[in-house]
């Protein structure tokens, strides 16, 4: 499937990564499992990672308590809490997986130590990829003022008591 | 017609099959489902979307169950709304997919 940019290639076997990881996420969904309590501890739900309920737990006081209507309310609260909970792990690991593109858009990798790298290399071949963005900076770069584009004056001869006159003076500012 | 018209024509035949499609999805969504527990001990309601929206239960039917019977109970029909409102769902999409696609 080469095409005429040349890198289809790189982009099938990139597509075919995320596929696979993807895969990999959902049963990993599938497998894990969140619960979530109604705010008065009565109904306990547990749902797995896409979010399908799985468990319900209610306790026999909430049945013999003076309101036992509320146990339909609190199915419903119990159930969003671990959907909740569910949701907000999912959508990391779904990040994690879907925002990183690692032929398009490599990413410096920091080296042991956590430390930023200084400088990057094209991988070997990655002429033929499709443009990326552009090498990053190190950060001493980042991090410095940029001065070659400022327009700066030199004071050195400037007479800053000389009794010349001026604009200022002819208004009348003195 | 020039080649460059039918694109334009094909184009715009496909965003209108999309936009078709994702309003009836979003019209499915909205259509919530309610499914009755067994015997009067209530109803289950679902969102379009196959979400979990409302439980009202017959407190006097309730007092009828254990409490781990009450939880089997309504976790069965709380699995069986969702999905048959997901099922639905999937059914509304692929029944508009059908309609607006090629002859």
Known sequence: MSGAWGGDAD???NADVMRHQAAELDEELEHVRFSGRSHDG????????????????ISASAMRGSHPQVVGPDVV?????????????????????FDKDQVWHPAPVPPPGGHAVSHWVAPAGADHLQPGPTPPDPPSTVARPQRAGVEEENFEELDFLGDDGGEDEERGRW | MTFEDDLYHLA???????????????DAEQTPLHWRLPGELGSVTVSGAGELTALTLDVAEMHQYSAGALSRTLLQGIQHAEAQAGQRRTDTIAAAVTETGPA
């Open chain 2, 12 to 26: 715009r035949e496909i965003d209108a099959a999309t936009a078709s499609v994702a309003q009836t999805a979003r």
């Open chain 1, 11 to 13: 982009v099938v076997f």
């Open chain 1, 42 to 57: 009565a109904v306990t739900a547990v749902v797995s990672g896409r979010g399908q309920v799985m468990d319900l737990t």
């Open chain 1, 77 to 97: 609260e119990a159930v969003a809490a671990a959907r909740r909970q569910a949701s907000t792990v999912a959508m990391v690991k779904m990040r994690a997986v």
